[in-house]
């Protein structure tokens, strides 16, 4: 079937607003991460869904990050008040499971820039 | 602190050349360690992975090899092509958390035709 599919490719938006993006997995997939890659970056893990438990929020940067997983399957990350500093590509991942040998694909990302 | 590190940040090959990206990691608790290749306008995609219970692993032109005393492991390409040309990460994981990555900040390889 499809891979895992972000929205918007592109955000624009200006200091201060609020952003959602958007992330559907690999159908039957039950792990969802999100990482940030900010220019001339690697990968930063932000969070981490695994079925009904308790995400492992440990690596979002503020408090004006928050994502929610609906249903076991779509995902969005949502940014308060964006600053500047949020510029980056926001990529989202799934596996089967969050367990060994389970290999994880990621979509190809939303690019955010904060004007 | 960054987990993973990663050189060069770019790299200029030959086309029959070998292309090779070092990493270097701290926490001896991580127990899986893949490469990831990224083109242009795409998401990562895994390329080769390696586990410390063995020091080189081998698939096609590209070879993981792991020294678990020196914390270090590299990516060997072997007769780079041009199609080769890309961003790659290394990255490394523990325990259940099998895909939560610290990721090296990448080497940009390009390889001339």
């Known amino acids: 079937g499809a891979g895992v599919s972000q929205s918007p490719s592109n955000k624009v938006t200006e200091k201060g607003k609020d952003v959602e993006l958007r992330c559907d997995p690999i159908s039957g997939h039950t792990a969802l991460y999100w990482y940030r890659q900010s220019l001339g970056q690697g990968l930063e893990f932000l969070i981490y869904f695994q079925g009904n438990s308790a995400p492992d929020k440990s690596g979002l940067p503020s408090d004006r990050f928050s994502a929610e997983r609906t249903g076991g399957s779509v995902s969005t990350l949502t940014i308060q008040r964006t600053q500047q500093e949020d510029s980056a590509v926001y990529l989202c991942a799934s596996s089967l499971e969050g367990g060994r040998s389970t290999e994880a694909f990621f979509g190809q990302g939303t690019r955010l820039t904060v004007v | 602190q960054q987990q993973v590190k990663q050189s060069p940040q770019s790299l200029i090959v030959q086309k029959g050349g070998i292309s090779i990206i070092n990493c270097a990691y701290e926490?001896?608790?991580?127990?899986?360690f893949p490469w990831y290749q990224q083109f242009p306008g795409k998401g990562p995609a895994l390329l080769i992975a390696i586990r410390p219970d063995v020091s080189e692993k081998k698939e096609g032109r590209f070879t993981i090899s792991f020294n678990k005393s020196a914390k270090q492991f590299s990516l060997h390409i072997m007769d780079s092509q041009p199609g080769d040309s890309a961003t790659y990460f290394c990255?490394?994981?523990?325990?259940?958390?099998?895909?939560?990555?610290?990721f090296g900040s990448g080497t940009k390889l390009n390889v001339k035709p």
């Open positions: 990255a490394a994981s523990r325990g259940h958390n099998f895909n939560k990555f610290y």
């Open positions: 926490n001896t608790a991580f127990d899986y």
